[in-house]
Structures are given as C-alpha cells and as structure tokens.
C-alpha cells in the first residue's frame, strides 16, 4: 500500500512513518467531555405509504475540541443525520422514529418547537451546502446576521447590526462596514459561504455543523474557509465541529475521528490515522483507492479504481449488508443477514461479516 498524500498530510501506512497529522494544523485538546451523544437514531420518511429508512440506528458522539467527520456517498444519510440533529426534518413526509439525541442531559427528539429555536443557532449551529439558497435574496447580508443575534442575545437593532459588522471582519469580508449593506447576490460562492460561517458563528455556539461548506470553491478559496473554521474554534477550545463531506483530503487534514456511512448506517468509525493506514470495511477501502495517487514510478495515465454499482434507493436498501450488492469479497450469509458493528480494535469499529469472521 502506497503513502497517501492528500492536501499537505502525508498518511502513511502501518509499515510506513508517519510525516504529518491532522493534529499539527489545529492543536487543542480534544477532552473526554461528550458535548452531544446520539444513541440508536432512526429517521426515517413515508414515502407513498411505504416508511423509507434514511438513517437507521446511528450512534455516535461529539467530543469538546474535536472535528468529527462523516463521509460517504450521496444518499448514505449524512445530511439526514445532521438535519435531525437540527430538529429540521419536515414532517410531513420525514419523522424521527427512535433513538435519542443528548445535549446538556436533554433529549433534543423530545423538545418541543420553542426548546428547539432556543438552542438552534445559540448552542448548535449549522452551515448548510448551498449558502445561495440558504440565505435570503431579499434581504441585505447585515439584517441576516442581526436576525440571530437579536433572536438569542437579546441585544436591539443597532447593537446587532454594529455586531454584523464585527463578524463579517472576523470571517475576513474586507470593507465590512460597506458590505453589510449588500444583497447576497451581490457576494461571490466564497464570500457568501463566509457569510453563512458568520451567522453560524454569530452566537458563540458549543457545536457546528458544517455540512459540505466547501461545495463548488474552488481549492483556494476552500483551504481559507476550512482554515476559517479552524480559527475561530481554536478561540473556542470547549467547542466542537461536525464535518460532513464527500472529501476525503479534507477529512484527513481536519478531522480527529471518522464515521463512513453507507445505506443509512455506520459501516466503520475509526481516528483519522487508523482509519486512512488500516481501513477495515470494503467500502471505506473503496472510498480510499477512488482517490488519485500521485506516484514517481507511474508511465503514463492510470484509471482509478471504483466502486461498482450505484448507492441503492433508500427504498429499495438490500436485506442484508447494505454494501452486499456492490461488495467483491461478500461472503454467501451477506445477502441475507446484516452484520453488528463490531469493534475490532480501541476505537475502530467495523461493520462486516468478513472482518468479524477474521477477528474469530
């Protein structure tokens, strides 16, 4: 197995030195403090009368000071996850069925909608994937950002709007004063998503969710806003982030821990290290081998390997493993029974017949 290189983290494998670490580009501490814990979370959407499984008994926690991230293919339920998190589900046609949500000894599935508006924005917080539809066009910039501030801090509207101004500098907006006044349509995709980190972060919150925030930037603009993140909560070391993206280099030079999901589960979580030197699960290796190698000993072009098939329809998900049908080492019980996530290691846990076969 080949070092792989991504971004500016060299990860090697376990016969290999490691030359670089998430860690070395954002030292805090990452404490045994869990800020949220999600526990058997089931979300599911009625869909014609038929109750599609989006997310299907995840369980995770979020540490103070830690980036966790959260990959797969589109339609595995990473955005789910998050939007439930949020209490954002529509209901009608989607509904949380089971399984808690932990904050601060509080089940946030059973707050009610007022609970909810107090800590949404306030104590969690989220970046959504497309800031142009997420921020209002009618709206000037600064009145969005003074929305949340005077919704959770109670300050009046020249206190907030004065308070607009401070968090478009911070998230680096140059000439913030002038640009308050502005209309989204008006910012570029950079400064719109810095936009969207500035209403984000306008209250201070202990846990962000940042779901693809880095969508359609290019690679510039993308390492400020990722290093954007990183900043601001090094002023905050108790606060967390939740990453959901499809990047894996972006994984590796964020994130402490790793969840992969696939078919609305979580088929392996591991910490950045195990998981990009030791990956367990054939679809986290198929994640992993998708992605270019640079190599001095490559003639000429190499195809990249994929992962055959396509990611099934939440309403047609497979009896047993849910990789199953785009699995080439599949066992013959895979297609019926699904396997338990296992935990194979301290703090690498693996969903796969094949792996818990081995550990026997």
């Not at 860690?23 to 009625?46: G, M, S």
Request: charged share 25%; proline share 6%.
């Amino acid at each position: 197995m080949r070092p792989l290189i991504l971004g500016r983290i060299h990860v090697c494998d376990r016969e290999g030195k490691e030359k670089g670490s998430p860690h070395e580009l954002h030292k805090f501490t990452v404490t045994n403090q869990a800020l949220i814990e999600v526990k058997d979370l089931k979300t599911h959407f009625n869909i014609e009368g038929t109750w599609a499984r989006a997310v299907d008994g995840v369980s995770f926690s979020v540490h103070a000071g830690e980036v966790l991230g959260i990959v797969g293919e589109s339609g595995s339920g990473k955005s789910v996850t998050a939007l439930s998190l949020m209490r954002l589900i529509p209901d009608p046609p989607g509904r949380i069925v089971g399984g808690s949500v932990m904050y601060k000894g509080r089940d946030l599935t059973k707050l009610s909608y007022e609970e909810m508006y107090d800590i949404r924005g306030k104590e969690i917080a989220m970046i959504f994937q497309e800031p142009m539809t997420s921020l209002n066009p009618v709206l000037r910039i600064g009145n969005q950002i003074a929305e949340v501030i005077m919704a959770h801090e109670g300050l009046d509207e020249k206190s907030a709007m004065k308070r607009s101004v401070e968090m478009l500098s911070l998230v680096g907006i140059p000439d913030p004063e002038k640009r308050v006044r502005d209309y989204p349509h008006q910012f570029s995709g950079g400064m719109r998503q810095r936009v969207m980190i500035a209403i984000a972060l306008a209250c201070n919150p202990s846990i962000l969710i940042a779901d693809e925030p880095t969508t359609a930037l290019d690679v510039t603009i993308q390492a400020q806003i990722l290093e954007l993140m990183l900043e601001l909560q090094r002023k905050r070391k108790d606060a967390a982030i939740l990453l959901i993206t499809h990047d894996l280099a972006v994984v590796a030079e964020m994130c402490h821990r790793v969840i992969v999901m696939y078919g609305g589960k979580i088929q392996e979580t591991a910490d950045v290290r195990t998981l990009f030197a030791n990956p367990a699960h054939p679809y986290t290796r198929g994640l992993l081998n998708s992605i270019p190698r640079p190599s001095k000993e490559r003639k000429g072009r190499e195809r990249l390997q994929a992962i055959p098939g396509n990611v099934p329809s939440i309403m047609n998900l497979p009896t047993g493993c849910k990789f199953c049908t785009r699995c080439e080492v599949k066992l013959e019980k895979c297609d019926t029974v699904e396997p338990d996530l296992v935990e194979i290691a301290p703090g690498h846990s693996v969903r796969c017949h094949l792996v818990s076969e081995a550990q026997q």
